[in-house]
């Protein structure tokens, strides 16, 4: 079992809807959790930063944490074609210098 | 505003030749990374550089070597390229371990080997 699990998707979706992205783990250590948004033939860029529980948002962008569950969430409001690209979650536990990946999902968004 | 900077782009070698990805950063930051990322497998990584003058095996080290040249330098030697080692090639940096730095990536090396 991985330690980091995530749907490669695809997820397609309309413009305008709310898409949530989704991934598990194990490791009950990982307090770092980030989500990095992939587009095509480029390198991943963090676009989430999360530190333990809880809720940040930014902008269309919310990360949700359940640390109870070992479940993270990305929501994505009123999406946008501009949006479709492969997300991965990452996280890593506090004085590592690894972070674990998930394999990625990828969302298109269609007009 | 450069960020972390790859060379090569793309690069198609034979089985048994040898090469050098390069990568460079200009955000002062302490620790490099390299990962290969392939379809279905995610990013997976090979060696990373807490520091200058250290180097560590990541989850996939066989068959590559690393070295730290400087704090802004880290490259990736692929001694006797391999059909298994197709894949696209990515650079990391970041502040370090502290609080869960987070990476920034460059842009890949996009490596066939036939």
């Known amino acids: 079992q991985k330690e980091v699990e995530q749907d490669p998707g695809p997820l397609s979706v309309p413009e305008g809807a709310i898409v949530s992205l989704n991934c598990t783990y194990s490791?009950?250590?990982?307090?770092?959790f980030m989500w990095y948004r992939q587009y095509s033939r480029k390198g991943p860029e963090l676009l989430m930063y999360t530190y333990s529980s809880g809720n940040k948002e930014d902008g269309r962008f919310t990360a949700q944490v359940d640390k109870s569950s070992k479940y993270i969430s990305l929501f994505i409001r009123d999406s946008q074609p501009s949006d479709s690209a492969t997300y991965l979650c990452a996280m890593s536990a506090q004085n590592t210098d690894k972070l674990i990946f998930g394999t990625g999902t990828r969302l298109q968004v269609f007009p | 505003n450069a960020g972390v900077t790859q060379t090569p782009k793309f690069q198609v070698l034979k089985t048994g030749q040898s090469m050098t990805l390069q990568c460079a950063q200009d955000?002062?930051?302490?620790?490099m990374y390299w990962y290969r990322q392939d379809p279905g497998m995610g990013l997976r990584l090979i060696y990373y550089s807490a520091s200058e003058g250290t180097t560590d095996k990541g989850e996939v080290p066989n068959g590559y070597n690393v070295s730290r040249l400087n704090k802004r330098e880290f490259s990736l030697r692929l001694e006797s390229a391999a059909p298994s080692q197709t894949s696209v090639y990515f650079c990391?940096?970041?502040?370090?371990?502290?609080?869960?730095?987070?990476?920034?990536f460059g842009n890949g090396t996009r490596l066939t080997v036939t």
């Open positions: 990391a940096s970041s502040f370090g371990t502290v609080n869960g730095s987070p990476l920034h």
């Open positions: 490791n009950s250590a990982f307090q770092y």
């Open positions: 955000m002062n930051h302490n620790s």
